[in-house]
């Protein structure tokens, strides 16, 4: 699982020449929204030069959509040994996934990479997205785990997030549903777009864990460190974890099943959340 997803504009070779000493879990080079029409062909070209030099960190490619005359020569010029795969923005349907995976394959076997190697993140950032997230969840082997588009989102319905982005919590809700009942890693929020507001990071990326996503899309460095601070279990949670699973195990052996610790009952749900925690710990 991956907490931080950090989006690199493909064209500024200041960024990219940084890129080495980011400790962003997931590195998304960007070749859609923040590179202008005139830089797409030279943005190609530093991404990939990029890609071949970074085998450290696991490396993205935000290509522009299938319906741009862009996103076949994007998949022709980034594929390189070290990319693990392509961020797939306005994804509406399974059709959507099924073309791309195709064209993937193709540019495997052009290129000699291992067949199914490069995934797929699917960006839901439209209403159809939405309505359609299970059948797209489910088209291909090869997506990773979703991410939400929650800017796109709001200016495809017309509506801004609400107070506390309640306006957003039935389409985050429908990712996090449908990406368990298809048995994938859970999906990636959207970007906070002040990268300067710290606490208004940290309310959404707490609400994020909550709803059950796996990590947040980021425009800025600086939103590093507080994404992984609240990814990230706290030393207060491991303890309870390692409490819960040591008196659990206690009470098992004694032929007993559930049991109170600290005022609290503790039966087996309980036990698998603390083991998880722990997972998360370890990773």
């Not at 970074?54 to 980034?78: A, C, K, M």
């Not at 507001?197 to 996503?213: M, N, P, S, V």
């Not at 052996?253 to 710990?281: C, F, T, Y």
């Amino acid at each position: 699982m991956y907490r931080s997803w950090l989006f690199v504009p493909g064209n500024q070779e200041k960024n990219l020449n940084k890129v080495k000493d980011l400790q962003a879990d997931v590195i998304i080079y960007d070749l859609e929204d923040a590179v202008p029409v005139n830089e797409k062909v030279i943005a190609r070209q530093k991404v990939k030069e990029a890609i071949c030099k970074i085998s450290h960190q696991v490396n993205f490619v935000r290509v522009n959509d299938l319906t741009t005359p862009y996103f076949i020569e994007d998949l022709d010029g980034i594929i390189a040994e070290n990319l693990s795969g392509i961020v797939l923005p306005k994804v509406n349907n399974q059709h959507d996934i099924i073309i791309a995976a195709y064209l993937l394959g193709q540019m495997e076997e052009k290129y000699g990479l291992e067949q199914g190697s490069l995934a797929i993140v699917p960006l839901i950032e439209t209403a159809s997205g939405i309505q359609n997230v299970q059948e797209i969840v489910c088209a291909s082997n090869r997506i990773l785990c979703l991410c939400f588009g929650a800017e796109d989102f709001m200016l495809d319905l017309h509506i801004d997030a609400g107070e506390m982005g309640e306006n957003l919590m039935y389409a985050r809700t429908q990712l996090v549903i449908a990406s368990k009942a298809a048995g994938k890693e859970p999906p990636v929020d959207s970007v906070f777009v002040d990268f300067k507001d710290e606490a208004g990071l940290e309310k959404e990326t707490e609400r994020a864990k909550c709803a059950g996503f796996q990590g947040k899309l980021l425009i800025h460095p600086k939103q590093i460190a507080p994404v992984h601070h609240a990814f990230s279990p706290t030393r207060e949670q491991v303890k309870e974890a390692e409490k819960i699973i040591a008196l659990y195990g206690e009470s098992l052996k004694n032929g007993k099943g559930a049991l109170e610790i600290d005022g609290k009952m503790i039966d087996a749900p309980v036990v698998e959340r603390a083991r998880k925690v722990l997972s998360h710990a370890d990773m």
